[in-house]
């Protein structure tokens, strides 16, 4: 079965950090940029950042220079170095293809910022 696992939220003080996983089970991963996204309360999901298959990355404006986004093909695993977090980063966050969905999504760890 082709699925993603999904790790690392938690709740963190305003200027921490976190370090998100998601392990993709599949050859999808190997062929695909990979993302991740973004789905605050009440708001739309939104792209936070992508990385292709030889590591070329880009990042939504919003996080540019507090996250990092990395891949281990080798562990068909995605991450995302979260620095600096905000109070406008709490979300449930997801990984997924990009920029076709290839995945079922999961059910993304949930980041919470304290004040």
């Known amino acids: 079965q082709v699925q993603l696992v999904e790790s690392g939220g938690g709740l963190v003080q305003a200027g921490g950090s976190l370090r998100l996983s998601c392990a993709a089970s599949?050859?999808?991963?190997?062929?695909?940029?990979m993302a991740w996204y973004r789905q605050a309360p009440g708001k739309q999901r939104e792209l936070v950042a992508t990385?292709?298959?030889?590591?070329?990355?880009n990042y939504a404006d919003s996080v540019k220079g507090r996250f990092t986004i990395s891949r281990d093909n080798a562990k068909n695993t995605v991450y995302m170095q979260v620095n600096k977090l905000k109070p406008e980063d709490p979300a449930v966050y997801y990984c997924n293809t990009w920029p076709v969905v290839r995945y079922s999504w999961g059910p993304g760890p949930q980041v919470t910022v304290s004040s």
């Open positions: 990385i292709t298959t030889g590591g070329y990355t």
């Open positions: 599949g050859r999808i991963f190997s062929l695909n940029t």
